[in-house]
């Protein structure tokens, strides 16, 4: 399958600064990413759509100073967590749709787990 | 929002027991998607379909599209260690994917 790169993998932040973290389409060109997190025993949560050359599309209840994100290239988007709290821990996963293998089939970041302390 | 549950929350089997596992949704759509998630990692697609009645295998999995269009199981069949992890069910609309609530695999030595 496709494949896509996260990085870090996990990170340990004080309180009040920010991360950013990676989200790479490695053999492919995506013109879509999107943005996941996902709190323990949960389930995947979309954050926010990620398109080349334009603003992100956030989701409900998403705060979109809070979570910048950038798509700069067609194989890059990043996600800034600014002024992160301990509450913001989570599990953030990223995904990318390869077009060319159908519209419907995302390809996930092995996930970044981000601990604030 | 639309929700996707799945059922069972968690199973406990025994390693080469068969599983299945479902997934209802309170609409219509035209996609259904299963996933596995290992501990720490990103979903990894198992199966895809896109007809109502459709049943695709993937190895030891089987899925199905519910004729209604609203719900869909995944089998699999003599279960190994490795199978162990989160089935996730996953519907494509709107240009979105949307995950379920997600079935947790538990297989006791």
């Known amino acids: 399958g496709a494949v896509v790169s996260q990085h870090p993998s996990w990170v340990i932040c004080k309180s009040g600064t920010s991360v950013k973290i990676e989200c790479r389409s490695l053999?492919?060109?995506?013109?879509?990413m999107f943005w996941y997190r996902q709190f323990p025993k949960q389930s995947l949560m979309l954050m926010a759509t990620?398109?080349?050359?334009?603003?992100?599309?956030?989701e409900q209840g998403v705060e979109k100073d809070k979570f910048l994100i950038n798509h700069a290239s067609l194989t890059l988007s990043t996600l800034t967590v600014t002024s992160a709290h301990p509450e913001d821990s989570s599990f953030y996963i990223c995904?990318?749709?390869?077009?060319?293998?159908?519209?419907?089939?995302?390809?996930f970041g092995s996930g970044t787990q981000l601990s604030v302390l | 929002g639309q929700q996707l549950n799945q059922s069972p929350q968690s199973m406990f089997i025994q390693e080469g027991e068969d599983v299945s596992m479902n997934c209802t949704s309170s609409?219509?759509?035209?996609?259904w998607l299963w996933y596995k998630q290992d501990p720490g990692e990103g979903p990894v697609l198992l199966i895809a379909?896109?007809?109502?009645?459709e049943l695709t295998s993937n190895g030891r999995l089987t899925a199905q599209f519910g004729i209604t269009r609203k719900d869909s199981f995944l089998n699999i069949s003599a279960s190994i260690p490795s199978d162990v992890g989160i089935y996730f069910c996953a519907r494509f609309g709107n240009e979105k994917l949307t995950f379920g609530t997600g079935t947790r695999l538990t297989i006791i030595p």
């Open positions: 995904s990318a749709r390869d077009v060319g293998r159908g519209r419907e089939k995302l390809f």
């Open positions: 609409s219509i759509f035209n996609t």
């Open positions: 990620s398109n080349e050359g334009s603003k992100a599309t956030y």
């Open positions: 053999d492919f060109q995506a013109t879509t």
């Open positions: 379909l896109y007809k109502a009645g």
